[in-house]
């Protein structure tokens, strides 16, 4: 059982996403992007970070990477496929998820604790979850907010594509309004899954959040559902 | 022949721009009357084809490979011959 975290030039979550794959007792290889194939490998991550700067627009550039043909081929193939913040921008970007990532509404990078609702745990990304459960997870991300246009929207709606979404602090007092959107995402989406289930996408990053030192363990069943998910598989 | 291309790249109308915005709040401050700012990106190029029509057809193939058609509307500007 092997994870590939594909590393473009400019990733920088890469090890975080290692770290918390290991941490679960999944074995997890670095795989540069123009690595051609990805054999033996059951899963792939695209981590978060700034490929190719950003340059042209987040994740415009990564989805022209010769590894972005063998990771289309496991989407298509059924393996799980996930995309972290810019990993989301380039599975976006390369048509494997539907709609885009802009710029957040109030045009700052925001780097902060979040609240997400999980509204799909049919998925070996968050089988482990419990349906509507609140997580604390944090974000980094100056292009974040989600975009589609209404007819997708209503699909993903329709599919339950959507996986996760923005959602206020369930602690007591509450925030009044929509402050929790932290980025102006339709339908405050945070990640979306394509329609067979198997590719995620979430601006959140739930590597950030598997350990107590770092604030949050909600991000851990994320991965032992995976470890689970390719158990079965296997 | 080598051409140079222009190529611009905007958001879609009705897609919420806040640098269009920002600057737009900007040229109000300094009392220019302007609305509906929106920024976009241009990309320039010097291309190899047999003709203008040619080096076109390869700035828009550029175009198609580059903007995002999610948000993105993309035109070939201008194309000129260079000496």
């Given at each position: 059982m092997k994870v590939a975290v594909i590393q473009f030039p400019g990733s920088n979550c890469d090890q975080d996403a290692v770290w918390a794959l290991q941490l679960v007792g999944l074995k997890a290889e670095l795989v540069w992007h123009?690595?051609?194939?990805?054999e033996g490998f059951q899963a792939a991550i695209l981590p978060g970070g700034f490929s190719y700067g950003d340059y042209l627009r987040a994740g415009a550039l990564a989805k022209f990477s010769p590894v972005m043909q063998e990771v289309r081929r496991m989407a298509e193939h059924g393996n799980p496929v996930?995309?972290?913040c810019n990993g989301f921008q380039v599975l976006t970007e390369a048509g494997l998820l539907p709609g885009a990532l802009l710029a957040n509404t109030n045009l700052h990078f925001t780097c902060k604790e979040v609240f997400l609702r999980v509204e799909r745990t049919n998925l070996p990304f968050t089988a482990g979850y419990k349906p509507g459960q609140v997580l604390k997870i944090p974000i980094a991300h100056g292009e974040g907010r989600y975009y589609a246009d209404s007819e997708t929207l209503e699909r993903l709606e329709q599919n339950g594509q959507v996986v996760f979404r923005y959602a206020p602090d369930p602690n007591p007092h509450p925030?009044?309004?929509?402050?929790?959107?932290?980025?102006?995402s339709l339908n405050h989406i945070a990640g979306i899954a394509n329609e067979a289930g198997n590719v995620l996408g979430m601006m959140p990053h739930p590597e950030r959040a598997v350990e107590g030192i770092l604030g949050?363990?909600?991000g851990l069943p994320f991965f032992t559902s995976?470890?689970?998910?390719?158990?079965?598989v296997a | 022949m080598k051409y140079h291309a222009t190529l611009l790249i905007e958001l879609k109308d009705?897609?919420?721009d806040p640098q269009g915005r920002a600057v737009e709040s900007v040229l109000k401050s300094l009392q220019y009357q302007a609305e509906n700012v929106r920024v976009g990106r241009v990309l320039e190029m010097e291309l190899e084809a047999a003709n203008e029509s040619e080096a076109r057809a390869t700035a828009h193939s550029i175009g198609k490979a580059l903007a995002n058609p999610v948000m993105e509307v993309f035109v070939v500007e201008a194309i000129k011959e260079l000496a």
């Open positions: 123009t690595a051609t194939r990805l996930v995309g972290i925030p009044v309004g929509e402050g929790f959107n932290p980025n102006g949050s363990t909600d995976l470890k689970q998910a390719l158990e079965v | 009705g897609i919420l």
